[in-house]
């Protein structure tokens, strides 16, 4: 019999950021993020309030790739998956 095993799912981080209206040059921060799998080692930065630049790029330091990204007003809404 072979060593047939079913492959583990993609890892899915969503996250839903504003950036402030007034000042539109501030960074954006995070106001919600979901995480389907597992997101380490970068828990630390999808907490509501952290800036959404820090959770970006230590998501596509981490194997993430951002699948879809769409900005909503002073919203907007990004996707990353990492393939196991």
């Given at each position: 019999?072979?060593?047939?095993?079913?492959?583990?799912?993609?890892?899915?981080?969503?996250i839903?950021?504003q950036?402030n209206?007034?000042h539109?040059?501030?960074?954006?921060?995070i106001v919600?993020?979901t995480?389907i799998?597992s997101?380490?080692?970068?828990?630390?930065f999808l907490?509501t309030?952290?800036?959404?630049a820090?959770?970006?790029?230590?998501?596509?330091?981490?194997d993430?790739?951002?699948?879809?990204e769409?900005?909503?007003?002073?919203?907007g809404?990004?996707?990353?998956?990492?393939?196991?």
């Amino acid at each position: 019999m072979s060593n047939v095993s079913i492959p583990r799912p993609p890892d899915v981080v969503t996250i839903l950021w504003q950036r402030n209206p007034l000042h539109p040059h501030s960074p954006r921060t995070i106001v919600e993020a979901t995480v389907i799998g597992s997101a380490d080692p970068c828990n630390r930065f999808l907490r509501t309030g952290e800036i959404y630049a820090c959770a970006k790029e230590c998501l596509l330091e981490n194997d993430f790739t951002k699948v879809f990204e769409e900005r909503l007003g002073v919203f907007g809404l990004s996707v990353f998956v990492r393939e196991c």
